[in-house]
């Protein structure tokens, strides 16, 4: 396993605990930033598509909040960018 695919299985873990969403999909993104100034750090970046009751009644900027002290530690040592896409359920 890559430390990638590592990686996003530690950030599945961290938001099923957290947030038990009802969908979530995540994509290595990492390829398409090779050369980039953040790559060479060797931190991810990374696409989630995330779906929670846990978002509800919160805004764009709330949920991403959310996303974010979910993954804790992580932000600072293993990702270096996260697009995120939180909705709702249905």
């Given amino acids: 396993m890559s430390l990638n695919e590592n990686r996003m299985e530690r950030?599945?873990?961290l938001?099923?605990?957290t947030l038990k969403p009802d969908m979530l999909e995540l994509i290595d993104?990492?390829?398409r930033h090779a050369g980039h100034?953040?790559?060479k750090t060797g931190l991810g970046h990374f696409k989630?598509?995330?779906s929670s009751?846990?978002?509800?009644?919160k805004s764009p900027l709330a949920r991403h909040r959310l996303v974010y002290q979910s993954l804790g530690e992580m932000m600072q040592t293993d990702i270096h960018a996260l697009n995120i896409d939180a909705r709702?359920?249905?």
């Fill in 88 to 90: 709702l359920p249905g």
């Fill in 11 to 13: 950030m599945r873990e």
């Fill in 53 to 57: 009751a846990a978002f509800a009644g």
């Fill in 29 to 31: 993104d990492s390829g």
């Fill in 48 to 50: 989630m598509i995330i």
């Fill in 15 to 17: 938001l099923i605990t």
């Fill in 37 to 39: 100034a953040g790559a």
